[in-house]
């Protein structure tokens, strides 16, 4: 369904619990904890919580994926460190590869239906 309105912007994003990567625990291994599979909500014209879909240590290139059950436009938006260090929130529509940076924190997902709510489904690969 296409429509020129204006979607709200995301809301902000989850607190993201960073650190430097020197001061990541020396006894977990430093790749991506993850899961593979994540559902979320979208909700009618506004944005759906926050769902946290991985956590990594160091620089880790993900693969995300989503689609809606039923048939409303569903748009993402995904919150992450960039390479940079800096917390962002970019919309997508589908799919994303985003490149985290040399830190031990958190990825999210957001969602937002138009005009209705929907479930959605979701992957995620390193």
Known sequence: MATNSKLPD????PKLEIGPIDNYPKDYPQ??????????YAG??????????AHHAGPVTYSISYSAEGSTQVIGAVNYINQQGNA??????GAISI?????????SVAFIGRPFGSV???????
């Open 10 to 13: 995301p809301p902000p994003g």
């Open 31 to 40: 790749k991506s904890f993850l899961a593979r599979q994540f559902v979320a």
């Open 44 to 53: 009618p014209m506004k944005w759906g919580p926050w769902v946290v879909i």
């Open 88 to 93: 962002v929130t970019q919309q997508f529509n």
């Open 99 to 107: 490149h985290t940076g040399n830190v031990y924190a958190g990825v």
């Open 120 to 126: 959605v489904r979701g992957s995620v690969q390193p």
